[in-house]
């Protein structure tokens, strides 16, 4: 089975009921069925530790989070890449990598 470049898992995630840029932690979990609050959080402390995923976040208050849905995505592919590596891929490899 092929898998999805990171486009074509972009557009299956914004072909969801949900169809915004930016999702906030409710409706991202939504999107991604199976995500639970408490590794939402995880990935959120590690987006915001690395300055490439930063910018993917939005928190205009302590209750408020929005996430960027194509950095989101950026970041699981770098995640997973990266899954059993001791020496991590840069996220601009990532990109550069699965435009070919």
Do not use: C
Request: aromatic share 12%; net charge positive; no cysteine.
């Amino acid at each position: 089975m092929k898998r999805p470049s990171l486009a074509e898992l972009i557009e299956a995630a914004e072909s969801k009921v949900v169809t915004a840029d930016w999702d906030r932690r409710g409706e991202l979990m939504v999107r991604f069925n199976g995500l639970s609050a408490s590794t939402l959080n995880e990935y959120q402390k590690e987006m915001e530790s690395i300055k490439e995923f930063k910018e993917g976040i939005i928190k205009p208050s302590p209750s408020v989070t929005w996430f960027n849905i194509h950095v989101f995505i950026w970041y699981l592919k770098w995640k997973e890449a990266n899954r059993y590596l001791s020496k991590k891929i840069p996220p601009k490899e990532i990109l550069n990598n699965d435009k070919t």
